[in-house]
């Protein structure tokens, strides 16, 4: 499994995978989950993925030979919206994953993929669009303006508390590694290390950060949250004394 | 669906459910799902059921008329372990599954369901299980004394703080409540009236009461606790210089 996540703020967007892949609990292993892409000067995409790790990588292949070679066809580099990108990129995980859909279901296994798919293109709005396994997409609400592929539940409240507070882009990035780290402690299919990008609207350039597992950064997030956390147990108000009367 | 949980702790247990059901969006009811079953003065009993509404009301109103039928047969009241209850349980619920079995497949739906037993008999470890549709059971571990069933997802962090915070049953009951709001928060199919039961070990008695979605107990609850979460947002360390240097 997976957890990659993306929040839409006033300030810009918020990026964040893990990179735990495993087919069977006995083959574990570390792969990018996010990547970014400048296909040309004027735009940038981050690209989050869950599910086939073989469809995202011939997926990311596709999209690189699209870019490379010349021709009348579409690519990241011409496309003029970022929901014909998120078009784009779903007809080639579908395609990608149709082509081996025979072989696979033969086997037992599922060779679909979603993708969140962020960016900006400049002069148009920044954006997070989460795409599915058939290619169509849709577009992070206003109301609750994140995005969640793989393993979501776990790490949903932290988001939507940050939504709540209106936080800034910094505290975001926080509040998603928190969410990150609730998810991992939770479910050993997800783990770090972590990839945290964050954009800047209208910046067309991306702050990315790869995050240990020994960061002494995380350990710090983490006792500090448990500190609250803790904190805010004790002084949660009591159960009311008809059920607390033998037990207060 | 449904979010059922069960709490052991040194002092007793803690068990709480939710009320709501559903079939189809448009068809939302509420339901009792955690029942206290006192079936002799030296034992009681506590059952959470998650799954087929229908299963669960047959298995209850055969436990019913195990109890009060005379007769060579096996009853909440006849066995002398809490396993025992668990497999008397379990098989109950295969059978009744498995007796409208055929007929719910002919309509795509499901009639298998998943209880957590708990309680004492006197004299024994007060303890909680959770019974399987297929009829076996397993306990909570001394690692992770706690047992969920339905959406078990959103509110599993919580519980795992309460048991690394070694709290009182007090606050686990407290702690339990936080789990479901974030739960019932997050996934509409789970929703209050809140059931609390908490049950103090030896006494062979249980504190019951429902909790109602406008109790200004919750409405505080969740007061304190979302001020304490944005409290250790605004406290958490900075994200490395790396990352932050265009978003500070």
Redesign the interface.
Same mark, same amino acid.
């Given at each position: 499994m997976t957890y990659c996540l993306a929040l839409r703020l006033d300030?810009?967007l918020v990026f964040l995978a893990d990179t735990r892949t495993n087919a069977g609990v006995d083959n574990i292993s570390t792969f990018r989950k996010l990547h970014v892409l400048r296909p040309s000067p004027d735009r940038v995409f981050v690209l989050e993925s869950a599910g086939s790790l073989a469809t995202t990588h011939e997926v990311l292949d596709r999209i690189e030979r699209d870019l490379s070679q010349p021709g009348d066809h579409d690519s990241l580099a011409t496309v003029n919206h970022l929901f014909e990108a998120a078009l784009y990129l779903g007809r080639l995980s579908n395609e990608v994953a149709g082509e081996h859909q025979e072989a696979l279901a033969a086997a037992g296994a599922d060779g679909t993929a979603t993708f969140i798919l962020g960016g900006q293109i400049a002069g148009q709005r920044p954006d997070i669009l989460l795409v599915y396994p058939e290619g169509n997409y849709i577009r992070a609400s206003d109301e609750r303006p994140f995005l969640q592929i793989g393993?979501s539940?776990?790490g949903?409240?932290m988001l939507?508390? +940050?939504v709540e507070?209106h936080?800034e882009?910094? +505290?975001a +990035?926080?509040?998603a590694?928190?969410s990150m780290m609730?998810t991992a402690? +939770?479910n050993l299919s997800v783990g770090p290390p972590y990839d945290?990008a964050?954009y800047?609207n209208g *910046?067309l350039?991306l702050?990315?950060?790869r995050?240990a597992s020994d960061?002494p950064?995380l350990g710090?997030?983490d006792e500090?949250?448990?500190r609250?956390?803790?904190?805010?147990? *004790?002084?949660? &108000?009591?159960? &009311?004394p008809?059920?607390?009367?033998?037990?207060?």
């Open positions: 300030e810009g393993e539940k776990y949903k409240f939507e508390l +940050a507070a936080v882009l910094e +505290a +990035a926080k509040i590694l928190t609730m402690r +939770a945290l964050v800047l *910046s350039a702050d990315e950060v995050i960061s950064f710090e997030l500090v949250w448990t609250h956390l803790f904190d805010a147990i *004790s002084d949660l &108000p009591g159960v &009311p008809d059920v607390g009367a033998s037990v207060g």
